[in-house]
């Protein structure tokens, strides 16, 4: 298993970086965020030794025209993800469970599918579990706590020779800082942030299950 942090540097008015650092605290690549006034949104640069993701904001159009399907509950735009000659699609939709459904982020990419669930642990922060179809690959986990807005992730790789699946969690939660974290237009110097989010459904409760909580 691959122990890494996604640590936030900086908040600027329209951008943000990250350092990715190993366990023992190792810098192994950045995370460069690039917003623009009047957008919510903004570019994505991941650099990880010696290979580089850009992530970009797209329209819903066309994003439903390259999975060739409806994707109905996106209240955010999708994002493409490119690595090398490859791309694939990033976005927020709900999906099915064994009863009802739930919302989650959900990767595309060389015909697979990543899901990523979001499970609110009350005070202890937040555990996000990533599944390749059925199959958890890693997860994800932040404080509920942060200073000056500045946003730490923790993120367990399960199979550290997958480098796709490293990517996918690594592309995943930028889509999430951006996606719940983020203020475009500005910036915390002092103080502290507190956001505390408890998951009730027992279907989402169980992706979480047996999931060792490394940051504790």
Same mark, same amino acid.
């Given at each position: 298993?691959?122990?890494?942090?996604?640590?936030?540097?900086?908040?600027?008015?329209? +951008?943000? =970086?990250?350092?990715?650092?190993?366990?023992? %605290?190792?810098?192994? +690549?950045?995370?460069?965020?690039? $917003?623009?006034?009047?957008?919510?949104? /903004?570019?994505?640069?991941?650099?990880?030794?010696?290979?580089?993701? =850009?992530?970009?904001?797209?329209?819903?159009?066309?994003?439903?025209?390259?999975?060739?399907?409806?994707?109905?509950?996106?209240?955010?735009?999708?994002?493409?993800?490119?690595?090398?000659?490859?791309? %694939?699609?990033?976005?927020?939709?709900?999906?099915?469970?064994?009863? /009802?459904?739930?919302?989650?982020?959900?990767?595309? *990419?060389?015909?697979?599918?990543?899901?990523?669930?979001?499970?609110?642990?009350?005070?202890? %922060?937040?555990?996000?579990?990533?599944?390749?179809?059925?199959?958890?690959?890693?997860?994800?986990?932040? +404080?509920?706590?942060?200073?000056?807005?500045?946003?730490?992730?923790?993120?367990? =790789?399960?199979?550290?020779?997958?480098?796709?699946?490293?990517?996918?969690?690594?592309? *995943?939660?930028?889509?999430?800082?951006?996606?719940?974290?983020?203020?475009? $237009?500005?910036?915390?110097?002092?103080?502290?942030?507190?956001?505390?989010?408890?998951?009730?459904?027992?279907?989402?409760?169980?992706?979480?299950? %047996?999931?060792?909580?490394?940051?504790?």
């Amino acid at each position: 298993m691959l122990h890494l942090t996604l640590q936030q540097e900086n908040k600027e008015l329209f +951008g943000a =970086v990250f350092s990715i650092l190993s366990d023992s %605290g190792q810098q192994l +690549g950045k995370v460069f965020l690039q $917003g623009k006034m009047g957008s919510m949104e /903004g570019m994505f640069q991941i650099e990880y030794q010696g290979y580089k993701v =850009v992530m970009n904001p797209v329209r819903k159009s066309i994003a439903r025209k390259a999975l060739n399907r409806n994707i109905w509950h996106m209240p955010f735009r999708p994002y493409s993800v490119s690595l090398g000659n490859t791309t %694939g699609w990033l976005y927020n939709d709900k999906v099915k469970l064994e009863k /009802g459904s739930t919302r989650c982020h959900v990767l595309n *990419i060389h015909g697979s599918e990543y899901y990523m669930y979001i499970v609110g642990l009350g005070e202890d %922060g937040t555990c996000a579990p990533v599944y390749l179809n059925d199959i958890p690959i890693g997860h994800v986990e932040n +404080g509920c706590i942060a200073q000056r807005d500045l946003h730490d992730f923790s993120i367990s =790789v399960y199979n550290e020779k997958n480098d796709e699946q490293l990517f996918a969690l690594l592309a *995943i939660t930028c889509y999430r800082y951006v996606f719940t974290f983020y203020k475009s $237009g500005e910036v915390m110097s002092s103080g502290m942030v507190k956001k505390v989010y408890t998951t009730t459904n027992p279907l989402v409760l169980e992706k979480v299950h %047996g999931i060792h909580i490394y940051t504790k």
